[in-house]
């Protein structure tokens, strides 16, 4: 590799980087849109049925080297917690009430988690930073969320975005740790196919697969098809193929402030004092648990 392309490596990064946090940020504005038309895990099979086909009739078009079957049921796994897990929650908490700024607050905590995981299941050092961002970013959590928590109909939706960064940092991890040398698209639709396996009964029994056509359903399933799962999903996975699993949720501490701007300039949402500090506190636990 010559200095030139080494050097413009980390440049091509950043770019790559920074779309894939604004693209990533829009799906917490598409998805409230599109449940106006149907249930959350409705949704999401919509969501992956519609991405596979994309994926596989660019696969079609381009051509690929079947990889081994071992590593295919690993990205399998691995969408059954990025895809299945992370969308199904996510869904399921916007469509109870939980803001979406708040939701992009709560992912935005997921480097965070994402280091923990690494130091106890892939042994990566953690350091006394990381654990001091972690305490930092959950009080700015809590500052937000504290005065809705009384009420039981938002608990669950915290709750259901909970197990969605979970899942987010889970799936991360493993997608690192057993899904190496294969082709990002391969990889990305063994786990939209395995997602929509896993939610399609939870669609037909919670949601009883009920459409309500509407524009603004259209575009928001639209855009989430189009830009979250294929776009946004195959920078995430071909960073993670070129970088640690460390510099890859660090990009997630830059989703809460740019949910949030989105969420003002199209949705209208206001943010009080308690709002800003508790975003503030949440961006500077995450600095300060990546720096580590």
């Not at 920074?18 to 829009?26: N, P, R």
């Not at 928590?149 to 997608?175: K, R």
């Not at 063994?190 to 009964?201: D, E, F, H, K, T």
């Not at 640690?244 to 199209?266: D, E, H, N, Q, R």
């Amino acid at each position: 590799m010559t200095s030139a392309s080494t050097s413009a490596r980390p440049h091509s990064d950043t770019l790559a980087g920074l779309a894939f946090v604004f693209i990533w940020s829009t799906g917490y504005i598409a998805a409230p849109a599109a449940l106006h038309g149907m249930g959350p895990y409705t949704l999401a099979c919509l969501r992956f049925f519609g991405s596979a086909l994309l994926i596989a009739l660019a696969l079609l078009i381009r051509g690929a080297t079947r990889p081994a079957t071992r590593t295919l049921m690993h990205a399998a796994v691995a969408g059954a917690l990025l895809q299945a897990g992370f969308f199904g929650f996510t869904y399921a908490a916007l469509r109870s009430g939980l803001p979406a700024a708040a939701a992009g607050l709560i992912t935005g905590l997921m480097p965070l988690t994402t280091s923990l995981g690494g130091a106890f299941f892939l042994r990566e050092k953690l350091r006394a930073s990381a654990i001091v961002g972690l305490v930092v970013g959950l009080a700015g959590v809590l500052l937000v969320i504290a005065p809705a928590l009384a009420q039981p109909a938002s608990t669950l939706g915290y709750g259901l975005m909970l197990l969605a960064l979970l899942s987010l940092s889970g799936g991360t991890l493993y997608q690192k740790r057993f899904v190496s040398g294969i082709d990002p698209l391969l990889s990305l639709l063994a786990q939209l196919l395995s997602a929509m396996l896993i939610l399609a009964p939870a669609a037909w029994l919670v949601d009883g697969f009920r459409l309500h056509w509407s524009p603004i359903a259209i575009a928001g399933l639209s855009w989430a098809i189009v830009m979250n799962s294929c776009i946004g999903l195959l920078l995430m996975l071909s960073l993670l193929a070129r970088g640690a699993s460390g510099k890859v949720a660090s990009l997630f501490y830059l989703v809460p402030p740019t949910t949030a701007v989105l969420a003002a300039l199209i949705l209208g949402v206001h943010f009080g004092l308690r709002d800003a500090a508790g975003f503030a506190l949440a961006a500077t636990g995450v600095w300060l648990g990546q720096r580590a």
